[in-house]
Nanobody
Framework: VQLQASGGGLVQAGGSLRLSCRRSGRTFSTYAMGWFRQAPGKEREFVAAISRNGVITYYADSIKGRFTISRDIAKNTVNLLMNSLKPEDTAVYYC???????????????WGQGTQVTVSS
């Protein structure tokens, strides 16, 4: 199982980015998916998660209403649409696959390599 995250970049505050995580290997719908982020000097934190069938989603309070997680099972991808970005959203964003859409990093079995998101003020 390999996860490939993409879509990061530099954006001004108030702008938008769309992250994608493409999964290869075992059937995509077998796993719940999550996005996490890690800023310099901070622990990795939960951002959003989505269930295997895409029906159930969870969001961190800090991004609720601004970010949207979705999945395209046919394309083996999970996306994170990030709107109204703030400088405090600057971090390396990681996608992860696990058995359930939890907020806990240790419950995810597979991780992508991360993509840098930088929001300038």
């Amino acid at each position: 199982v390999q996860l490939q995250a993409s879509g990061g970049g530099l954006v001004q505050a108030g702008g938008s980015l769309r992250l994608s995580c493409r999964r290869s290997g075992r059937t995509f719908s077998t796993y719940a998916m999550g996005w996490f982020r890690q800023a310099p000097g901070k622990e990795r934190e939960f951002v959003a998660a989505i269930s295997r069938n895409g029906v159930i989603t969870y969001y961190a309070d800090s991004i609720k209403g601004r970010f949207t997680i979705s999945r395209d099972i046919a394309k083996n991808t999970v996306n994170l649409l990030m709107n109204s970005l703030k400088p405090e959203d600057t971090a390396v964003y990681y996608c992860a696959a696990g058995s359930a859409p939890t907020r806990v990093t240790s419950t995810y079995d597979y991780w992508g390599q991360g993509t840098q998101v930088t929001v300038s003020s």
